[in-house]
């Protein structure tokens, strides 16, 4: 039981690993946030595609 609560103490006391976790939930995050935007870019893009197809269209038909 001693030597259980030695490696604990141990276990809570290393750090080492961390750094590397934060990097990559900081790149996960940071991802999540470029696809985010570029998502609602691509949306309003398209709806400005759109209205210049719609108005070409009508310069077409007349």
Known sequence: MIDL???LKKLIKD???LAAI???LLAALVS???IAGATA????????FN?????VGKDRSR
Do not use: D, H, R
């Open 5 to 7: 609560c030695k490696k």
């Open 15 to 17: 750090q080492s690993g």
């Open 22 to 24: 934060e990097y990559g």
């Open 32 to 34: 999540v946030a470029i």
């Open 41 to 48: 870019i691509g949306t309003k893009l398209n709806e400005k």
């Open 51 to 55: 209205k210049v197809a719609e108005e």
